[in-house]
């Protein structure tokens, strides 16, 4: 078994302004943290997606639309709300948070590696297919799990979404494939503080493979484990799938400024623990990690180090 990281210094290129939570600072300490602590951990720079490949879960149409709104100069926010900045430099790192999970995805087909973390910047998982929103300009799990269904014939691909906000985007793009494509059905699941920003994920909504599950303010980490014992490891189990791919936010600490859960960074660890064990049951402990959110500086570099912990000893 063998886990690798995957990052690259290219991502604090992606510059969002002053003031902005979603910041280089976020990958700096990340990348300081696999110096300083994570050696033993190989490291590899992810290639960039190709237009092909995210054209599999955005029209080309937005992608080229995306590509257009990039500023000379300066910064350009592109959506109503004005928290999805891009700087000129701000496109090497959008293809690199798409092809990061591909590069990893590659890597475990050939057998190279088993388990994966990505420490990626713009996350994904609130890009809807022809939409930019909550910092996200491409979905970056969903690419992976298409391009795992469409060039490595990997039918059963759940995508595990832990950051404290709900994965709207990646929700919309599964729904709209599994109404497409019944006989190879995508599995999303997410916890999610509720009431709290986007305020979608109503779990009223769920169907087999789509499975939302709402946490009250102040949940800590045994309120959260229970509810994937409760409401995601069984549904999970009988989708049983041959690859785990995870939306890996870390905002779901008690220190983060963006929500209001009360997890310790040991949290992640243990429900990383239990997320390996179900890739080791069903998807040949194929796991690969996607960092989300988390914008609490100190309290995310504690929580990748117990979450690359357990990915790389369980
Ligand atoms: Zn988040």
């Known amino acids: 078994m063998k886990t690798t990281i995957y990052a690259s210094s290219e991502f604090l290129k992606h510059d969002t302004g002053h003031n902005h939570p979603e910041?280089?600072?976020?990958?700096?300490?990340?990348?300081?943290?696999?110096?300083?602590?994570?050696?033993?951990?190989?490291?590899?720079?992810?290639q960039a997606a190709e237009i092909e490949d995210i054209a599999l879960t955005h029209p080309e149409s937005y992608i080229y639309e995306l590509m257009?709104?990039?500023?000379?100069?300066?910064?350009?926010?592109?959506?109503?709300?004005?928290?999805?900045?891009?700087?000129?430099?701000?496109?090497?790192?959008?293809?690199?948070?798409?092809?990061?999970?591909?590069?990893?995805?590659?890597d475990i087909m050939s057998g190279e590696t088993t388990r994966a973390f990505c420490a990626i910047r713009p996350p994904g998982h609130h890009a809807e297919a022809q939409k930019p929103m909550g910092f996200c300009f491409f979905n970056n799990a969903f690419i992976t799990a298409r391009i795992a269904q469409e060039r490595h014939n990997i039918k059963h691909i759940a995508i595990i979404d832990f950051d404290v906000h709900h994965g709207n985007g990646t929700d919309a793009l599964t729904r709209a494939h599994n109404d497409t494509h019944p006989n190879e059905p995508l599995f999303y699941a997410s916890t999610h503080q509720a009431p709290l920003w986007p305020m979608t994920g109503d779990p009223t909504n769920n169907t087999d493979h789509i499975i939302n599950a709402t946490l009250p303010e102040g949940s800590d980490g045994k309120v959260l484990m229970n509810a994937y014992e409760e409401h995601i490891f069984p549904a999970l189990n009988a989708y049983a799938p041959d690859l785990l791919i995870l939306?890996?936010?870390?905002?779901?600490?008690?220190?983060?400024?963006?929500?209001?859960?009360?997890?310790?960074?040991?949290?992640?660890?243990?429900?990383?623990?239990?997320?390996?064990?179900?890739?080791?049951?069903?998807?040949?402990?194929?796991?690969?990690?996607?960092?989300?959110?988390?914008?609490?500086?100190?309290?995310?570099?504690s929580s990748v180090e117990a979450h690359l912990h357990a990915l790389s000893t369980t």
């Open 247 to 301: 939306s890996a936010g870390f905002d779901a600490h008690k220190d983060d400024p963006l929500a209001g859960l009360s997890l310790e960074a040991e949290d992640f660890g243990t429900l990383t623990t239990a997320l390996c064990a179900i890739a080791d049951k069903h998807a040949n402990r194929r796991m690969i990690s996607l960092l989300e959110g988390g914008y609490n500086i100190q309290a995310l570099k």
């Open 68 to 106: 257009d709104l990039l500023p000379d100069t300066g910064y350009a926010a592109i959506d109503t709300a004005g928290e999805c900045i891009l700087s000129p430099s701000s496109w090497e790192s959008l293809l690199l948070s798409a092809g990061a999970g591909i590069s990893a995805l590659n």
């Open 23 to 46: 910041s280089a600072a976020r990958l700096e300490t990340l990348l300081s943290l696999f110096e300083e602590k994570l050696t033993s951990v190989p490291q590899k720079e992810p």
